[in-house]
């Protein structure tokens, strides 16, 4: 999935991306993913914003090839 949209995926993006999908009980698609209000917005405690700020501050990361 990630390498189909160009993603460069290593095992700490993979990892992360893994924490937020059982954190929500859901498999997020690329699109949920590239969300990035959507997400924060999901959250109801400290633990859930800090887990999905470190994962969006990943993904733009790789998103943007860093």
Not at 27 to 37: E, F, I, P, S
Not at 40 to 64: G, H, I, M, Q
Request: aromatic share 6%.
């Amino acid at each position: 999935m990630l390498q189909a949209c160009g993603i460069g995926a290593d095992e700490k993006l993979v990892t992360e991306i893994v924490k937020v999908n059982l954190k929500f009980g859901i498999y997020h698609t690329m699109a949920m993913l590239n969300d990035g209000a959507g997400l924060p917005a999901k959250c109801v405690d400290k633990r859930e914003k800090a887990l999905v700020s470190d994962f969006l501050a990943l993904w733009k990361e790789r998103r943007n090839g860093i």
